[in-house]
């Protein structure tokens, strides 16, 4: 491993070759020998071959699942440049360690860059949720939350990060959360509203149902959208019908979201306006449809009907 990783280092270091993202395997799973290694050859690099690096990374984590960057990415979380420690909140943003909590809300509370601020607010995200879920200690999610609050009522904080901090905390089960996303909603800021509709799906919560099915039909687009995301997120059987008039959507994101949404909300209904829309043999939308029906369809009795009707399609 050593000599490879030298050689691979020594391919990074040379900016006239083009990067060779195969060769980047051996980053991975690095010890503390290995990573003192990188860090010595990083200062080198170029910000954009360091870009370069990163991206290709983030790539790596999200095709493969046998690659395991993590000690690179948090390293990187300190970096100089700020789209490096974007990208490396990034590449961590499956990593459910406990460990990253306290570095997530330095760089929440403190790091210059608004954008590299929001990204950590919606990776705190995952610990709110894994704390709701009993799966962390209660009091890491409790912390991941209070910084995410703090950071919403900011005065002085960009509107995008008290976006991602509201989106992000919706996961609490705190009855003062369902208080922020309705003053969110109905506060008169639009993309504070378009965010408050996001952070209903997430938050698991049902009593939002009247207002997100209002919302199908908004002429919004950016409230269609997160409206029928968070109908998909909580399984809203009586959106259907509005769904399944969204997949004429004028706006391809709307159709698309429409019908990822009757995927997860599953049942009869939805799997026969899945199906009729499969046959009428739309090429554009025919791969969406096709993975929403699988979401939806578990073999079950009055799944075969539909999936006859499907194959039917396909021939």
């Not at 607010?121 to 962390?136: H, K, P, Q, T, W």
């Not at 919403?152 to 509107?159: A, I, K, V």
């Not at 009593?207 to 409230?223: G, K």
Request: charged residues 30%; contains cysteine.
């Amino acid at each position: 491993m050593g000599e490879e990783l030298r050689r691979v280092l020594r391919h990074l270091a040379d900016e006239g070759r083009p990067l060779r993202p195969s060769m980047l395997y051996a980053l991975s799973g690095l010890g503390p020998e290995e990573l003192a290694e990188v860090q010595e050859v990083w200062p080198r690099l170029s910000a954009a071959r360091a870009r370069a690096v990163l991206r290709a990374l983030v790539e790596l984590t999200e095709v493969t699942i046998d690659t395991d960057f993590a000690a690179l990415f948090r390293w990187w979380l300190s970096d100089k440049d700020a789209e490096v420690r974007l990208l490396a909140i990034e590449g961590l943003w499956e990593d459910e360690d406990t460990a990253l909590v306290g570095p997530l809300v330095r760089i929440l509370k403190s790091d210059e860059q608004p954008a590299v601020r929001a990204a950590a607010a919606a990776s705190l995200g995952r610990f709110v949720l894994l704390g709701e879920l009993g799966e962390i200690n209660a009091a890491v999610g409790a912390r991941a939350e209070q910084a995410l609050l703090e950071a919403y009522f900011s005065r002085g904080e960009t509107l995008e990060v008290r976006r991602r901090a509201l989106e992000a905390v919706a996961y609490s089960s705190e009855a003062g959360v369902s208080d922020l996303i309705a003053e969110a909603y109905h506060g008169g800021e639009e993309e504070l509203c378009v965010s408050a509709l996001f952070a209903m799906g997430r938050s698991a919560d049902r009593r939002w149902r009247s207002v997100l099915l209002r919302e199908l039909d908004s002429p919004s687009p950016a409230r269609r959208y997160e409206a029928a995301h968070a109908c998909g997120e909580l399984e809203l059987r009586e959106a259907v019908p509005a769904l399944s008039r969204l997949i004429d959507d004028e706006d391809a994101e709307v159709r698309d979201v429409a019908i990822e949404a009757l995927g997860k909300i599953g049942g009869k209904g939805a799997r026969r306006v899945l199906g009729e829309c499969l046959l009428r043999g739309d090429e554009a939308l025919q791969a969406v449809v096709e993975e929403a029906l699988l979401q939806a369809s578990w073999f079950g009795d009055d799944e075969l009907e539909v999936l006859d009707d499907w194959s039917l399609a396909e021939s």
